[in-house]
């Protein structure tokens, strides 16, 4: 009897060390849904404009994640910010790699991009007021999108926060969904 015990105390101290040597993951990454763009070429950008975007946006998920160590509010942040930089370029090699890590659980390696937080948010901003200006649905919507986004990520700078709550007071909250998780069409 005391034979069964020694051996059922040895698998138990065994079986707990080798699940202790496997890596657990430190955050869990829903990463956004984005099988095709839900912005067409009537978007107001070119294709290379829309790619250097979305390389900075994921470039600033990488900076932020890393800064934050993946906090819950850090992954709901990046997952808006890494879904827009995927809606406007879905190929993307940087929006790529880093959803790919993510969903994999490894945080990814910071890179430099050129532009410090606060400059990136100004850039969004300045792109968002001008698409608001071009007019067209995709356009505005684009628009929204961008001064929200650069009013979170610079909240110092009081052009973007009031762009950002002036629009919210004359057209309600960003829908964000419509990028993270767009509803599928069904033929």
Known sequence: MMRFWQVAAILCATASFLGAEEPGRAFVWDAPKVVASVFTADLGMLDSE?????????TQVSRQLTAAKASPASLADSRRMLALALQL?????????VNFQLTMGILPGVTDS???QPVLARLILI??????????EENLR????FIQLAA???????????ASEVQRLDHGAVDWTSITDPAEQKP
Do not use: C, I
């Open 50 to 58: 829309r790619d250097e975007y979305a390389t900075n946006l994921a």
């Open 89 to 97: 370029s879905p190929r993307n090699k940087r929006a790529v790699v």
């Open 114 to 116: 050129g532009y410090s």
């Open 127 to 136: 792109r968002g007021q001008l698409l608001l200006k071009q007019g067209g």
């Open 142 to 145: 684009l628009a929204r999108f």
């Open 152 to 162: 979170e990520m610079d909240p110092k700078n009081e052009d973007a926060v009031y």
